[in-house]
């Protein structure tokens, strides 16, 4: 019997696919229906450069980009095809730069010393500043947000600006410690499993579960949390119990406690950013691009913020007076 009229079982769902209802079919004859591969290619997208290109859940094989395209929308194939090109590049000698108006990217090299993207798509067509992220003006044309000659500044600030980005980016959200894999957690515990590696790690301190501190050194994430209250190497399994030892965090919700969690971790970010510059570059890029310190962030506030992530109270102790004290805390 030709094995072309077999029917498949989708790996997902487990239903009898027919031939005309596969919708991806891997090069060791692992299927997905229409339904579940649509769905699968959802979340791969989702998750960003570091699922892609996309490869077969059983197998790891890589999935064939033809079958691939012929299920994705016209956005999910620019995203994708965003996804695949900062993955399979060369970091270290290329980058992604992206249209701010449509989803229209282009690898460049990191030695060039343009700022300006001319977009290719037909519906677009916008000329814009890839530093400031905005379309170009001339003379004849009224349309645009920003004077073409102001781009000088943008070309003088362009190293600057782009530090600045990767900062905040990096800030925003917390790293698996072995693959690198990027995101922000659920309000479920504080336990992670990465996707990418499935390494386990702790989401308040960034370590992997193999070398954080834990009350017993060849037990699971959970004996990291024991005593975390007093013992500043530990940290809690939901953020929402910090408040009760450093009023800072809330209570009320894990919600609310991830929010203050990044708000301490964009703060030590930009400590970091503004340490790398003097202060008459820091006063020049702030004001030229003075929505980053009105729109975005709170620059004032951000220097005040205490970085430590937990600031716990002194221990009692007989012989030494309370009110000079001074508490310990979390440093990361």
């Excluded at 980058?95 to 449509?102: A, S």
């Excluded at 503004?274 to 570059?281: F, G, I, Q, T, V």
């Excluded at 951000?302 to 309370?322: M, Y």
Aim: glycine fraction near 4%; aromatic fraction near 10%.
């Amino acid at each position: 019997m030709n094995s072309s009229f077999i029917n498949k079982i989708c790996i997902i769902c487990s239903d009898i696919v027919a031939d005309k209802d596969i919708g991806i079919l891997c090069s060791n004859d692992h299927c997905l229906c229409v339904g579940c591969a649509k769905d699968f290619l959802k979340t791969t997208i989702a998750c960003g450069e570091e699922m892609c290109p996309a490869k077969c859940s059983v197998c790891k094989t890589e999935l064939d980009y033809r079958q691939v395209e012929t299920l994705l929308d016209e956005d999910q194939h620019c995203d994708y095809s965003l996804h695949c090109t900062k993955a399979l590049m060369d970091k270290s000698k290329y980058e992604v730069v992206c249209c701010p108006y449509c989803r229209y990217h282009e690898m460049w090299d990191l030695e060039s010393e343009g700022i300006t993207l001319f977009c290719g798509y037909e519906n677009c067509k916008k000329i814009s500043c890839i530093v400031c992220y905005k379309e170009y003006m001339f003379a004849d044309d009224s349309s645009g947000d920003c004077e073409s000659e102001s781009h000088e500044k943008c070309y003088r600030l362009k190293k600057i600006k782009k530090d600045w980005d990767q900062t905040t980016y990096e800030g925003s959200q917390r790293f698996c410690p072995d693959c690198k894999y990027g995101g922000i957690k659920d309000n479920a515990c504080t336990h992670m499993s990465c996707p990418q590696c499935k390494s386990e790690w702790c989401y308040v301190c960034g370590k992997s579960s193999n070398i954080c501190d834990k009350s017993d050194p060849e037990g699971s994430l959970y004996s990291h949390n024991e005593e975390w209250e007093s013992n500043d190497k530990r940290c809690p399994m939901y953020l929402s119990l910090i408040g009760g030892v450093d009023q800072r965090w809330s209570t009320r919700n894990d919600a609310e406690a991830k929010q203050f969690l990044h708000k301490i971790l964009i703060s030590k970010a930009i400590r970091e950013f503004e340490a790398r510059y003097s202060p008459n570059e820091l006063k020049e890029f702030y004001e030229t691009y003075s929505e980053i310190s009105t729109n975005q962030y709170n620059i004032v506030e951000a220097r005040k913020i205490d970085p430590r992530l937990i600031i716990r109270k002194p221990k009692a102790s007989k012989n030494r007076d309370k009110s000079t004290s001074k508490g310990e805390c979390i440093i990361f």
